[in-house]
């Protein structure tokens, strides 16, 4: 079982910069591929960003690539989205999630593929 908790979202000016935080209950926490996703008002919930157990690998999305960027500590069971240079459009929840207790295959991209999730951060990027 693991537990989720987001913190960080806000209200930013367009072109500035958030950090989410994600802070993992548990013990199977360097066991689980961890992803970032987003959902606006009246779309659909949206990949942002994945991770590896190790922190190596990591996916991030073609609308965030180049500004967003995903890490981890295991040592610290958290997981981070560092955002720079914030879009209007990057206005929405954001969710952090775990995927199967020691699942090791490729980075999972699907929401329906992540076992659980927090209770989401709002950020609002004005222009």
């Known amino acids: 079982q693991v537990q989720l908790v987001e913190s960080g979202g806000g209200l930013v000016q367009a072109g500035g910069s958030l950090t989410l935080s994600c802070a993992a209950s548990?013990?199977?926490?360097?066991?689980?591929?961890m992803g970032w996703f987003r959902q606006a008002p009246g779309k659909e919930r949206e990949f942002v960003a994945a991770?590896?157990?190790?922190?190596?690998?990591?996916y991030l999305a073609d609308s965030v690539k180049g500004r967003f960027t995903i890490s981890r500590d295991n040592a610290k069971n958290m997981v981070y989205l560092q955002m720079n240079s914030l879009k209007p459009e990057d206005t929405a929840v954001y969710y952090c999630?775990?995927?199967?207790?020691?699942?090791?295959?490729?980075?999972?991209?699907?929401?329906?593929?992540?076992?659980?999730w927090g209770q989401g951060t709002q950020v609002t990027v004005s222009s």
């Open positions: 991770i590896g157990w190790s922190g190596e690998s990591t």
């Open positions: 999630a775990a995927g199967p207790v020691s699942y090791g295959g490729t980075l999972l991209l699907a929401p329906e593929r992540y076992v659980y």
């Open positions: 548990g013990r199977t926490f360097s066991t689980h591929v």
